[in-house]
């Protein structure tokens, strides 16, 4: 038998019907933007790996780091300890993240990074006696799978089935080009409606919805309207932070800057599960008190895990390196290039870059709304070729490691439209 077959005997895959999909190639190797499966077949990672992947494939760098922590303390629990990895990572953000973000609380992976910041939204009302039971979110955001992130994320497929099961959530349109005002209202109307204790959005770039972006300015006057009103904001940057944007975080962009932010997937450099929520010192003091039921009470076993801030000390080394900053350039100088050759394709409807993201909707015929197996149809011929790459719906993204060469950023664009001209749509 091989691994895929293996696999499908034992081994529930996320986001997968396994009645429709049920054999997937096995992945023995990555080097760079490479990987290979078991039969020495190719790929491009187009995709970092759900955007996870900074610096290549089995980096060598971060490896020795977790490594020589591996062999020196491997774990402590962090309730009543603290260690000297965590203290340096904390050093290091405070070096690189804007400068009202002071306090962090460590987890492991996005959604629990955004659990904890709508936590401490409730709580820090809840302990000033205040009640403040509801939250605004984009509509169609991404913010993870757990119950609260769950909640905050658009409305659909994913979420049906437990919507009766959700903490209250105001949706607020995306401010892009032509919503800037419905947007702006519908934040004034909701936040005068109800009891709101935070707005939480993705900065700039909205991931899983296909990579819809909006302007920072746009951003700014959200966040104006929420300080005037005593209603916190907190930027999940779980998919923007870490350079994606070409800047170290997207908030970077913003004259007003958030309350909270939410930091995972690119934080280890796409080796060792962790996540970040970073609070202003304000918020932090609104959990220090005599009263001891005034503490946020949250944890995890592997909460702020040495080994993992070891990996995220050597990735932020590696960010911090001049190199990395050339490299995001170069990339979204090529999208850029790559932009206006395609965007004359009559197949193409609209294109956008941000930073190290491409993104690329397709023009679709009715009938093939109807259908929509055309997703279906572009990923199995990227994984043919070799390119890994995931559509959303009609919308095809890049979002590659930084350190990709010319010539796969080429071979990733002429996949794409080779796919764009022989997939009829
Ligand atoms: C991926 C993602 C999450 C969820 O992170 P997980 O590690 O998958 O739980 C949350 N927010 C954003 C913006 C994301 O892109």
Redesign the pocket.
């Given at each position: 038998m091989t691994l895929s077959e293996k696999d499908a005997l034992y081994n529930w895959h996320p986001y997968t019907q396994h009645k429709i999909f049920s054999h997937f190639p096995a992945i023995v190797k990555g080097n760079d933007e490479f990987l290979w499966d078991e039969n020495g077949k190719q790929y491009i990672d187009a995709i970092a790996s759900w955007?996870v992947n900074p610096f290549g494939h089995s980096n060598a760098f971060i490896a020795e780091a977790i490594y020589k922590q591996l062999t020196t303390l491997e774990h402590v629990l962090f309730g009543g300890f603290t260690h000297n990895v965590v203290v340096e990572l904390a050093e290091k953000l405070i070096e690189i993240l804007p400068a009202n973000q002071r306090k962090f609380f460590y987890s492991d992976?996005?959604?629990t990074a955004?659990e904890v910041a709508i936590k401490a939204s409730f709580q820090y009302h809840y302990n000033k006696g205040i009640k403040k039971n509801t939250i605004i979110a984009f509509e169609d955001a991404?913010?993870?799978?757990t119950f609260g992130?769950m909640a905050v994320s658009g409305i659909g497929l994913f979420t049906e089935a437990f919507q009766d099961a959700l903490i209250n959530v105001i949706r607020i349109p995306v401010p892009t080009k032509g919503n800037e005002e419905s947007s702006k209202v519908a934040l004034q109307k909701a936040i005068a409606e109800n009891e709101v204790a935070a707005f939480i959005f993705?900065p700039l770039v909205l991931?899983?919805a296909g990579m819809v972006m909006y302007e920072a300015s746009e951003l700014d006057a959200l966040i104006a309207i929420c300080k005037q009103n005593a209603v916190f904001t907190i930027a999940?940057e779980?998919?923007t932070g870490f350079g994606k944007t070409g800047k170290l975080f997207a908030s970077n962009y913003l004259k007003n800057l958030p309350d909270m932010m939410?930091l995972?997937?690119a934080l280890t450099g796409g080796t060792i599960p962790m996540a970040i929520t970073t609070f202003t010192q304000a918020i932090f003091d609104g959990f220090v008190s005599d009263n001891k039921s005034h503490a946020l009470f949250h944890g995890h076993t592997f909460t702020a895990n040495p080994t993992g801030c070891a990996a995220a000390l050597a990735s932020i080394e590696l960010l911090k390196n001049p190199t990395t900053l050339e490299n995001i350039h170069r990339i979204q100088a090529s999208h850029l290039q790559f932009e206006k050759h395609i965007q004359q394709h009559s197949k193409v409807k609209t294109t956008r870059v941000l930073g190290v993201i491409f993104a690329l909707e397709i023009q679709v015929s009715e009938k093939q709304d109807y259908y929509s197996d055309l997703r279906n149809q572009f990923y199995n011929y990227f994984i043919n070729k070799g390119v890994i790459l995931r559509p959303v719906g009609n919308t095809i993204y890049i979002l590659p490691s930084y350190i990709i060469s010319n010539e796969s950023l080429q071979q990733i664009y002429s996949t794409i439209e080779q796919a764009i001209n022989e997939i009829s749509c």
């Open positions: 955007w992976n996005g959604s955004v991404f913010h993870g799978d992130a993705e991931g899983a999940d779980v998919m939410c995972s997937k």
